[in-house]
């Protein structure tokens, strides 16, 4: 069993300093047919034609809320007569909100929870069982350092609830999916570089941030990439339930 003749679907990949769009490249590269979707029709589409162009697989790009179930039955509607079938699934899409707890409205908690949990739960419910069916799939959620260590990062007591409730998604659908030949697996990213981040890397604040990983600088969009990447292939076969920490040793337990 190779990855040619799969498809990889990358949720929320639009944005081209995040770490979706990376996956996106870093998969293709690996012989992964690609399939984007994204609040961002126009950005979905421009990182298709990217990847066409630098990889030389098939790629698709498709403007998609993933929070809305009729737009996300559309999306893999399209994307089963453009594509192979879907052999990993990354349910990158995600919102922060750095809101304190006693600040936060009844609205902004089921907005966090409707992209990052709602969300993934819409596309992984549609994808899951043809993977089933087929025996062979790879399932990575990006959940965050925020619900490991309690937040203190970007993300508020919402956010960090959030990422913590897709690491449960992680381990019981792990147990549920294993006897099928689908893994699942989460990525906890701590300090990355990315337009979330954005303005919080400058000066002494990220002096600040860098202080306290080991390692000795904020990670990369690349490195999280990699590691994805590395979940999804044939050989991690073994490998499942499983949160992997990518932090520069800023949070270790």
């Known amino acids: 069993m190779s990855v040619h003749g799969k498809t990889a679907l990358v949720t929320g990949a639009g944005s081209t300093r995040g770490i979706g769009r990376a996956t996106a490249h870093t998969l ?77 409205t009844g609205e902004e908690w089921d907005r966090i929870f409707a992209v990052n949990v709602r969300g993934a739960f819409n596309v992984t419910r549609r994808i899951a069982p043809g993977m089933a069916e087929r025996g062979f799939g790879r399932i990575v959620f990006l959940a965050s350092v925020s619900a490991e260590r309690g937040g203190g990062v970007f993300g508020g007591v919402a956010y960090s609830a959030a990422k913590a409730a897709q690491l449960g998604f992680t381990r019981a659908l792990a147990r549920e999916l294993g006897p099928d030949g ?25 002096a600040a941030l860098v202080a306290g990983i080991p390692v000795g600088r904020n990670g990369t969009v690349h490195d999280v990439a990699d590691l994805i990447t590395y979940l999804c292939r044939e050989e991690s076969g073994y490998i499942t339930g499983v949160t992997y920490d990518v932090n520069g040793g800023s949070h270790i337990h």
């Open 28 to 104: 293709a590269a690996a012989g992964w047919d690609i399939a984007i979707l994204d609040l961002d029709e126009a950005s979905a589409k421009e990182a298709a034609h990217e990847i066409v162009e630098r990889h030389g697989v098939q790629a698709v790009g498709l403007g998609c809320d993933v929070t809305d179930e009729a737009s996300v039955d559309n999306a893999l509607a399209v994307l089963g007569e453009s594509l192979p079938p879907v052999g990993a699934l990354v349910n990158n899409a995600g919102i922060t909100s750095p809101t304190p707890f006693v600040e936060v």
């Open 182 to 206: 689908v893994t699942v697996n989460a990525v906890a990213p701590g300090l990355i570089d990315t337009d979330i981040t954005g303005g919080a890397l400058e000066g002494e604040r990220k």
